[in-house]
């Protein structure tokens, strides 16, 4: 019988097995790496800012290209970080609020390593382990100099988008869709737009509703399940003109929604108008942080040894928060309303307007 | 109507009744888009598991499908501009080829599939496992190049529109709307499973293909090309899965995402069993995961007025979220009763006078 080739043999009687050395070198030394909340690197929103910022800082301080890991559920956080701590990187980023925990323990075994951890504000105990209970007696700041956590305050362009979408709807009812309560972040956004609508129409109904139960793929990686669920709730509001998504991917499903139901949507963390052109034509404005600009400085502050540790909270006063640009609607906006928002901001800036209360996020301190 | 409701304890039912049919009333157009993609996986599976081979990769053939029809149709769309939407779903050149592009990846996929557990007779879990893997790591890696410069997608179908006297017929106008409102790959998974179950229980192919399934060796017999057959059904089988993926980047959606599928397809096997191997049954399993999917955001978002609603909100938002899964535990237990594979599932097949 003749031999039959290689593609038409049975595995067994392949016999081919090459048993190989594992030629995996070690890698060049490579000083940074980036370590994303759960669900994916490449999302047009927030973690893909925070890598842009990463990639920035790295070229900035003269380092090699960083390296990153996806982690695909909250359990391959401290995992991924341990394989970035075991391959001897100097600065290991670690983004979202989610990893904050798994952060904190990396930070306090691993001294000589430098941690930015990304929507984060690192709360200890006195002896400098995480802090499960939110009780925060440790000074973060001296138990782990080696440990900087990044924070904006979101309430503050939430408060602003609050005041835009107020502004543009007809029907007097909008909408926020977040990808979970349990994230402060989304919270703040979303309790500070409600006041922002309020403040100018003190009668408007602002349904603000939660994708996902927990900070899983659901809530921010799911753009069929978000848009599905903007379409519910739209179907249960009638007349809702305006939605704000805070839900990264899934919010992008959300943004979809509005633009087929020809209503207004509002971005979240960078220019959606610009990072989504799919559904710019229905992209008002984006509630925006500076990701890419703050991860990169606090990078090249740490090269320039000016490196800070404990907690930053980034807000209007150093505009790293803010709207982003009205782009092709510019016009809709009338010198009116502009001028709340420049007062709302200097108001916000002289600390005389709160975008919310302190503790908007059910009693745990950020 | 509201006396019914409040008897005591039995005015609840009623309540609860009412809740139960405005909710699917009012949100049956996307309790079908949902269902689509999960019924097109389980058909996928019901191709190749009839016919004898498992497969686990169907979210990785839809992951991989989805991305190649998002792709292709935008690169289209980005060489011929203006490309007017024809009459019907807004079909345009760029977006057909796209949905071509998604079949015959799933196709594509599906043949690896296919000689991997026909030919090479290796493992079928661990091949559909790797298409899983290597799907999610090949789309994420080829989006994250092109997401350095975002560009606009060939846009989606619109859905067709029924006559208004239809969906404003009382009583039955919801159901209408619900299957007619819709894209077309949405309409077309009713339509499908109903020519897969004729086609599997009422033609000679069925009769063939689930003989190969039970008993291979006795089909081979009777001059039945098992290999053959096992062949074509499972690269057919991709075809669904083509769609499928189609569906969340040119029927439902219009933009990709790295894992976009997020577990359908794992659900999608679900259902496949839930339905005992039947397209029929799949379809509805399906429906039934939507459905309850819905019903667990309408309690969270919309919840009923009153005692209803009193006793609904106290139900943690977890439960709700595992409402679809809680459904079919109930539903398999009590009403499906046993659900029995095709008996030569899994086992490559290897003829005697080769072997």
């Given at each position: 019988m003749p031999r039959r080739p290689w593609w038409s043999r049975p595995a067994a009687a392949a016999g081919r097995t090459r048993a190989r050395a594992d030629r995996r070198s070690r890698s060049a030394w490579s000083p940074t790496s980036e370590l994303t909340d759960v669900g994916t690197l490449n999302d047009k929103n927030f973690n893909e800012y925070?890598?842009?910022?990463?990639?920035?800082?790295?070229?900035?301080?003269?380092?090699?290209?960083?390296?990153?890991?996806?982690?695909?559920?909250?359990?391959?956080?401290?995992?991924?970080?341990?394989?970035?701590?075991?391959?001897?990187?100097?600065?290991?980023?670690?983004?979202?609020?989610?990893?904050?925990?798994?952060?904190?323990?990396?930070?306090?075994?691993?001294?000589?390593?430098?941690?930015?951890?990304?929507?984060?504000?690192?709360?200890?105990?006195?002896?400098?382990?995480?802090?499960?209970?939110?009780?925060?007696?440790?000074?973060?700041?001296?138990?782990?100099?080696?440990?900087?956590?990044?924070?904006?305050?979101e309430q503050q362009p939430g408060y602003l988008a609050g005041i835009v979408a107020a502004t543009i709807s007809k029907s007097g009812i909008i909408g926020g869709v977040g990808g979970t309560k349990v994230i402060p972040a989304v919270v703040n956004y979303l309790v500070a737009y409600e006041n922002g609508a309020k403040s100018i129409k003190s009668d408007i109904k602002v349904v603000v509703q939660y994708v996902s139960a927990a900070p899983d793929k659901l809530a921010f990686a799911d753009p069929a399940a978000g848009k599905a669920f903007t379409q519910q709730m739209l179907a249960s509001n009638a007349g809702m003109d305006v939605v704000f998504q805070v839900a990264g991917l899934t919010g992008n499903g959300a943004l979809q929604a509005a633009c087929e139901a020809k209503i207004w949507g509002v971005g979240v963390d960078v220019d959606q108008y610009v990072s989504t052109p799919d559904t710019a034509k229905c992209t008002f404005v984006s509630a925006e942080k500076k990701l890419k600009k703050n991860v990169s400085d606090a990078i090249a502050a740490i090269a320039a040894g000016k490196g800070k540790s404990g907690s930053v909270k980034l807000d209007l006063t150093t505009d790293d928060v803010g709207?982003?640009?009205?782009?092709?609607?510019?016009?809709?906006?009338?010198?009116?309303?502009?001028?709340?928002?420049?007062?709302?901001?200097?108001?916000?800036?002289?600390?005389?307007?709160?975008?919310?209360?302190?503790?908007?996020?059910g009693g745990r301190k950020q | 109507m509201s006396g019914l409701f409040e008897i005591p304890v039995l005015g609840i039912i009623f309540q609860l009744l009412d809740f139960l049919i405005n909710v699917f009333t009012l949100n049956g157009v996307i309790i079908l888009a949902l269902t689509a993609p999960l019924a097109l996986g389980a058909l996928c599976g019901v191709m190749n598991e009839r016919s004898g081979v498992v497969n686990?990769?169907?979210?990785?053939?839809?992951?991989?499908?989805?991305?190649?029809?998002?792709?292709?149709?935008?690169?289209?769309?980005?060489?011929?501009?203006?490309?007017?939407?024809?009459?019907?779903?807004?079909?345009?050149?760029?977006?057909?080829?796209?949905?071509?592009?998604?079949?015959?990846?799933?196709?594509?996929?599906?043949?690896?599939?296919?000689?991997?557990?026909?030919?090479?007779?290796?493992?079928?879990?661990?091949?559909?496992?790797?298409?899983?893997?290597?799907?999610?790591?090949?789309?994420?890696?080829?989006?994250?190049?092109?997401?350095?410069?975002?560009?606009?997608?060939?846009?989606?179908?619109?859905?067709?529109?029924?006559?208004?006297?239809?969906?404003?017929?009382?009583?039955?106008?919801?159901l209408f709307r619900m299957f007619l409102n819709q894209n077309p790959i949405t309409i077309s998974v009713i339509v499908l499973a109903v020519l897969l179950q004729i086609w599997l229980f009422r033609s000679r192919w069925g009769l063939r293909t689930r003989a190969v399934g039970e008993h291979p060796k006795a089909a081979e017999t009777v001059g039945i090309n098992v290999i053959r057959l096992r062949y074509r059904n499972v690269i057919l089988g991709g075809v669904f899965a083509g769609l499928g993926g189609a569906w969340f980047t040119l029927d439902f959606g219009n933009l990709f995402q790295n894992g976009m599928t997020n577990g359908r397809g794992f659900i999608a096997l679900a259902a496949l069993i839930f339905g005992r191997w039947h397209p029929m049954g799949a379809f509805f399993a399906a429906l039934l995961f939507a459905a309850s999917g819905s019903l667990g955001i309408a309690i969270r978002t919309a919840p009923p007025p009153g005692q209803l609603g009193e006793l609904l909100q106290s139900i943690p938002e977890q439960v709700l979220s595992a409402l679809p899964y809680i459904v079919t535990i109930v539903v398999l237990a009590g009403v499906v009763g046993r659900s029995i594979a095709p008996a030569a599932v899994g086992q490559p097949y290897r003829r005697e006078s080769t072997s």
């Open positions: 925070s890598w842009l910022g990463a990639q920035e800082g790295a070229t900035r301080i003269g380092a090699p290209a960083p390296k990153s890991a996806i982690s695909q559920a909250s359990a391959d956080i401290a995992k991924n970080i341990q394989s970035f701590v075991d391959q001897k990187f100097d600065i290991i980023v670690t983004v979202g609020f989610a990893a904050g925990g798994d952060t904190i323990e990396a930070a306090k075994a691993n001294p000589n390593i430098k941690f930015i951890g990304v929507d984060q504000a690192p709360c200890v105990t006195e002896a400098g382990d995480n802090d499960p209970n939110f009780g925060c007696k440790g000074d973060a700041a001296k138990l782990l100099p080696n440990l900087l956590g990044i924070g904006w305050k709207l982003s640009e009205f782009h092709e609607f510019d016009s809709q906006v009338s010198a009116e309303t502009k001028k709340k928002i420049t007062d709302a901001i200097a108001a916000m800036k002289a600390g005389t307007l709160k975008a919310c209360e302190e503790d908007a996020f | 686990i990769g169907i979210e990785g053939m839809m992951l991989a499908s989805a991305f190649a029809g998002w792709f292709v149709a935008a690169v289209v769309a980005q060489a011929m501009p203006g490309s007017t939407p024809g009459p019907l779903f807004g079909f345009t050149v760029p977006l057909l080829i796209g949905l071509l592009a998604a079949v015959a990846t799933g196709m594509l996929v599906s043949a690896l599939h296919a000689w991997l557990s026909i030919t090479i007779r290796a493992d079928q879990i661990i091949s559909g496992t790797m298409i899983n893997i290597v799907a999610l790591g090949l789309t994420g890696y080829f989006d994250l190049l092109l997401s350095q410069n975002p560009f606009p997608s060939a846009g989606t179908f619109s859905a067709f529109d029924p006559p208004g006297w239809l969906v404003d017929l009382p009583f039955v106008g919801w």
